[in-house]
């Protein structure tokens, strides 16, 4: 911003206070509005009102005028016209210190108005039912409220704009401190959220028309709202909020309760929203543990301290600090078991009598507990921030069905190495590219990812699994390996043989897919190809 249009907003915002005298009163969502009018009406303030809105405020006892007495002119069109009058648009666009302006509105007779209140037709809870007529969407798109928003957060100069049922007690208590009146910041702030409102709600509205003509259309118009400021970003010297996306069913903290804990950072919500789309993969009771967006740990088990410990055995050293995501309640025996560790962010649907008490010991720890039930929206995009724009792509979606797969050795398979295999290939889609799962008996038990080559990524899952414990080649023995895409060599499969593993799943696809599949029929090790890959960078 230059210095001179610093100054000029730095003057707008500095005008004094003014003094409400008349209100516009029409909202669609009547929360909190009786109570806000009866405020106002205390304080000496004529009411104008609309329709629907009048008549529950007359039922609450308040005198009101309609609009169309102050205007002259009766509602038209089935209410499609009702506020859409010069005369009230002069009322509100009036600038207060324009002689010009004051004197015409005294010459029309038209008194202004010094206090807006409107919200709008619920055009976006309208879209969101399943099957909605395209007649009735129409029918909640709002126009008069809209204008009447943006003339007055226009005019912010001499009128106050309210939009929200909860901006209603802050407004009235600074008008019962003042006598009556508004401040210049509080307009400006209330200004700024009235073209946020009208901004998001034409949002919403391209995107429903948008959707009759194609998936990724030629304008892409979406607002979010700011759920929550974040301690930091990345890196301690970067500020970061979480917003969400305006009409989205749920988002990565919506119905998530903060038990215990210091606030969180952008790198917990990033770690959380990996850990918690993993974990919800699962029936079975699951864990999963996740560090620098890459799971160290999956597992199942007949319970979530089981699912934990079999999770833990297979990168304790990376779990340090972690993530961890359970998709059942934590007991206080499991409890007892994460307090022996530094855990950063723990998140689990509940917490059993005396888990809690185990946990908050600890200061640092973060406890969420979630109670999100909604279904995920199928339709909500991947977004990547590039320069100077997005990349906006579908969903990776579930894993492929067994029934789709290919058996393409003569090996026979086993259930239990079809067990190990697709365990192994839903965690793997979760994995950074190029990624390498070793699984065995519902855990992971080597993980490798990020590499730029697929043999280092499978090495390095092989030497993860060593590392992490002396019976690691006894256990490597016996195991399913996945892949996010295919071996483009025969040497990635063959690591992996060589260290132990029989089963081996991949999308397949590779021009050397011949060398890849007989490199296995010569170990008598079984490969499926899934068809599918899972890039996730």
Request: charged residues 25%; aromatic residues 6%; negative net charge.
């Given at each position: 911003?230059?210095?001179?249009?610093?100054?000029?907003?730095?003057?707008?915002?500095?005008?004094?206070?003014?003094?409400?005298?008349?209100?516009?009163?029409?909202?669609?969502?009547?929360?909190?509005?009786?109570?806000?009018?009866?405020?106002?009406?205390?304080?000496?303030?004529?009411?104008?009102?609309?329709?629907?809105?009048?008549?529950?405020?007359?039922?609450?006892?308040?005198?009101?005028?309609?609009?169309?007495?102050?205007?002259?002119?009766?509602?038209?069109?089935?209410?499609?016209?009702?506020?859409?009058?010069?005369?009230?648009?002069?009322?509100?666009?009036?600038?207060?210190?324009?002689?010009?302006?004051?004197?015409?509105?005294?010459?029309?007779?038209?008194?202004?108005?010094?206090?807006v209140c409107v919200n709008l037709y619920p055009f976006e809870e309208t879209v969101a039912a399943r099957d909605v007529a395209p007649e009735v969407a129409v029918e909640n798109i709002d126009i008069g409220g809209p204008t009447m928003i943006r003339a007055a957060a226009k005019n912010h100069d001499g009128v106050a704009v309210v939009v929200k049922p909860e901006s209603y007690d802050a407004v009235l208590a600074e008008l019962e401190e003042s006598g009556g009146?508004?401040?210049?910041?509080?307009?400006?702030?209330?200004?700024?959220?009235?073209?946020?409102?009208?901004?998001?709600?034409?949002?919403?509205?391209?995107?429903?028309?948008?959707?009759?003509?194609?998936?990724?259309?030629?304008?892409?118009?979406?607002?979010?709202?700011?759920?929550?400021?974040?301690?930091?970003?990345?890196?301690?010297?970067?500020?970061?909020?979480?917003?969400?996306?305006?009409?989205?069913?749920?988002?990565?903290?919506?119905?998530?309760?903060?038990?215990?804990?210091?606030?969180?950072?952008?790198?917990?919500?990033?770690?959380?929203?990996?850990?918690?789309?993993?974990?919800?993969?699962?029936?079975?009771?699951?864990?999963?543990?996740?560090?620098?967006?890459?799971?160290?740990?999956?597992?199942?088990?007949?319970?979530?301290?089981?699912?934990?410990?079999?999770?833990?055995?297979?990168?304790?050293?990376?779990?340090?600090?972690?993530?961890?995501?359970?998709?059942?309640?934590?007991?206080?025996?499991?409890?007892?078991?994460?307090?022996?560790?530094?855990?950063?962010?723990?998140?689990?649907?509940?917490?059993?009598?005396?888990?809690?008490?185990?946990?908050?010991?600890?200061?640092?720890?973060?406890?969420?507990?979630?109670?999100?039930?909604?279904?995920?929206?199928?339709?909500?995009?991947?977004?990547?921030?590039?320069?100077?724009?997005?990349?906006?792509?579908?969903?990776?979606?579930?894993?492929?069905?067994?029934?789709?797969?290919?058996?393409?050795?003569?090996?026979?398979?086993?259930?239990?190495?079809?067990?190990?295999?697709?365990?192994?290939?839903?965690?793997?889609?979760?994995?950074?590219?190029?990624?390498?799962?070793?699984?065995?008996?519902?855990?992971?038990?080597?993980?490798?990812?990020?590499?730029?080559?697929?043999?280092?990524?499978?090495?390095?899952?092989?030497?993860?699994?060593?590392?992490?414990?002396?019976?690691?080649?006894?256990?490597?023995?016996?195991?399913?390996?996945?892949?996010?895409?295919?071996?483009?060599?025969?040497?990635?499969?063959?690591?992996?043989?060589?260290?132990?593993?029989?089963?081996?799943?991949?999308?397949?696809?590779?021009?050397?897919?011949?060398?890849?599949?007989?490199?296995?029929?010569?170990?008598?090790?079984?490969?499926?190809?899934?068809?599918?890959?899972?890039?996730?960078?």
């Amino acid at each position: 911003m230059s210095e001179a249009r610093a100054d000029t907003r730095s003057e707008a915002v500095s005008d004094g206070a003014i003094a409400v005298r008349r209100a516009l009163v029409s909202v669609s969502d009547k929360t909190g509005v009786a109570d806000f009018a009866r405020g106002l009406a205390g304080l000496g303030v004529e009411i104008l009102s609309t329709g629907g809105t009048a008549t529950a405020l007359r039922e609450a006892g308040l005198e009101v005028t309609d609009v169309s007495e102050f205007t002259g002119q009766e509602e038209i069109l089935g209410g499609r016209v009702k506020t859409l009058h010069p005369r009230l648009h002069a009322a509100l666009l009036a600038r207060r210190g324009d002689p010009e302006h004051m004197a015409t509105l005294e010459r029309e007779g038209i008194e202004p108005i010094d206090l807006v209140c409107v919200n709008l037709y619920p055009f976006e809870e309208t879209v969101a039912a399943r099957d909605v007529a395209p007649e009735v969407a129409v029918e909640n798109i709002d126009i008069g409220g809209p204008t009447m928003i943006r003339a007055a957060a226009k005019n912010h100069d001499g009128v106050a704009v309210v939009v929200k049922p909860e901006s209603y007690d802050a407004v009235l208590a600074e008008l019962e401190e003042s006598g009556g009146e508004v401040s210049a910041s509080t307009r400006h702030w209330l200004a700024n959220e009235a073209f946020a409102q009208t901004a998001r709600y034409d949002a919403a509205i391209s995107r429903w028309f948008s959707t009759e003509y194609e998936d990724y259309p030629e304008h892409l118009a979406v607002a979010y709202e700011k759920v929550l400021d974040l301690s930091y970003g990345e890196n301690p010297h970067q500020r970061a909020a979480l917003y969400s996306e305006a009409g989205v069913r749920s988002h990565v903290l919506s119905r998530v309760a903060k038990l215990h804990g210091r606030a969180l950072s952008f790198n917990n919500v990033l770690d959380l929203d990996s850990a918690r789309r993993l974990v919800e993969d699962f029936e079975q009771p699951a864990c999963t543990i996740v560090k620098h967006n890459n799971p160290c740990g999956v597992a199942v088990g007949a319970d979530s301290l089981e699912a934990y410990k079999k999770a833990l055995a297979c990168d304790p050293m990376s779990a340090f600090g972690g993530v961890i995501a359970f998709n059942r309640p934590v007991s206080e025996a499991l409890a007892e078991e994460l307090h022996k560790n530094f855990v950063e962010v723990l998140i689990a649907p509940d917490y059993e009598h005396g888990a809690l008490a185990v946990l908050q010991q600890k200061e640092a720890i973060r406890i969420l507990c979630e109670e999100e039930r909604r279904q995920r929206d199928p339709g909500e995009r991947d977004v990547k921030r590039v320069l100077g724009g997005l990349l906006i792509q579908d969903r990776d979606g579930d894993p492929e069905p067994r029934e789709l797969m290919e058996v393409v050795t003569k090996a026979g398979v086993s259930e239990e190495q079809w067990r190990d295999m697709l365990f192994a290939w839903t965690v793997v889609r979760h994995v950074r590219s190029n990624a390498i799962v070793i699984a065995k008996d519902g855990a992971t038990i080597g993980i490798g990812a990020g590499q730029m080559s697929r043999v280092d990524s499978v090495r390095l899952a092989v030497e993860k699994c060593r590392d992490a414990r002396e019976d690691g080649d006894a256990l490597l023995a016996g195991s399913a390996v996945a892949s996010d895409a295919f071996f483009p060599f025969a040497d990635g499969p063959q690591l992996a043989i060589e260290a132990g593993s029989t089963a081996v799943i991949q999308p397949g696809g590779s021009k050397r897919d011949a060398e890849v599949i007989e490199a296995c029929e010569t170990a008598g090790v079984t490969m499926v190809f899934t068809k599918h890959r899972h890039f996730r960078h």
